[in-house]
């Protein structure tokens, strides 16, 4: 088989990251692009070349497009990437997959259904470093854990917000610093502390003017004991690291975004310890690397060419779905919410 060919669908700032990753991996190659002011793919192909197409349905129909990347505001994610699998594409598609768990569960069985080759994205759950908190973890290193915390103090500016008309809508944006910013944390703090057995929140809107929140606190508990606390914000100025704390009986660990700052565990860790976060997009957005998104595009890539096994496919967007929507429905309902 010859180099697996893209479409990406949005040609805003993620899709830069995309046609970025796609750029670095042999395997792989731009077509084609589609967005739906026009002006934008126009200036997206003088940095990416690309073919333009003049539709969805022109790009969905075209014999040589093999993957299609979902890079549109998140409302539209699930009937876009539906739409792409059913044509015959795979998909990789941006972070949150769906705004609702009923959405979720259609994008998975779509991809059951028609065997279509998913990729979520949700690159920090693939750095070393989470990589190897999870190692720890697995090796039993942290005796029972019975503690974690997540704090996620970003800084959003009032311009950031003004910059798409669909950025802090419900229905577009499907929520504020946890849906959008916040969703990298939450599926990292999910993917190591495990199931949720219950939720308490609030969530507010205290400085932005936007219809979803830019700040929320939670109080967790796991369905192995553990509890935990999430915090999120947009409006923590000047905004800091991500910051997660893992404690067990026997030894635990803190992480900085993509560092890991204290590694008191019986085991030795592999990276360096204590160096500070690299990658750091508390106050500006577009400071991520794009490594990450190389990883599970090449993960896909290969996937589509040998078969190989995804990293991330459709059924893993849905954890970090359900722990947000479960804080939103806490605080909406002014009531602790229990997971079966
Ligand atoms: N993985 C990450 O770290 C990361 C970072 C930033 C954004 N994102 C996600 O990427 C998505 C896009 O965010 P962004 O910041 O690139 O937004 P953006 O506003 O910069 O870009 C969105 C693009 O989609 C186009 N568009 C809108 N409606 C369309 C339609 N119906 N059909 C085709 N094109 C359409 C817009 O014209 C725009 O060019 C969001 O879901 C966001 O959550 C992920």
Known sequence: MEKVKFGIIGCGTIARFHATAIERIPDAELFGVYD????????????????????LEEMLSCENIDVVCICTPSGLHTEQAVAAMKAGKNVVVEKPMSLSLADADLLIKTAEETGAKVC?????????????????????????????????????SHEYYASGGWRGTWAMDGGGCLMNQGIHGIDVFRYLMGEVKSITAITKTQTRKIEVEDSAAAI?????????????????????????????????????????????????????????????????????????????????????????????????????????????????????????
């Open 120 to 156: 979520v994205i949700s690159q920090f759950r693939f750095s070393a470093a989470v990589q190897e908190v999870r190692r720890a973890l697995d090796a039993g290193a942290f005796g029972k854990v019975v503690s974690g915390s997540l704090s996620m103090k970003y800084f959003r």
């Open 220 to 340: 967790l508990e796991f369905k192995n004991g553990a509890v935990g606390t999430i915090q999120g914000s947009t409006t923590c100025y000047p905004g800091y690291p991500r910051r997660i704390e893992i404690c067990g009986e026997e030894g635990s660990v803190v992480m900085e975004e993509d560092s890991i700052l204290s590694w008191d565990l019986p085991i030795e860790c592999n990276l360096p310890v204590g160096e500070g976060a690299k990658n750091v997009a508390s106050s500006d957005p577009k400071a991520i690397d794009v490594s990450g998104h190389v990883r599970q595009i090449a993960n896909l890539v290969d996937a589509v060419k040998n078969g190989t096994e995804l990293m991330a496919p459709a059924t893993t967007g849905r954890p970090p779905l359900e722990v947000i929507l479960g804080i939103y429905e806490s605080s909406a309902k002014g009531a602790r919410v229990e997971f079966e």
């Open 36 to 55: 739906g002011w026009r002006p934008g793919a126009e200036r997206f192909i003088t940095e990416y070349p690309a073919h333009i197409f003049e539709s």
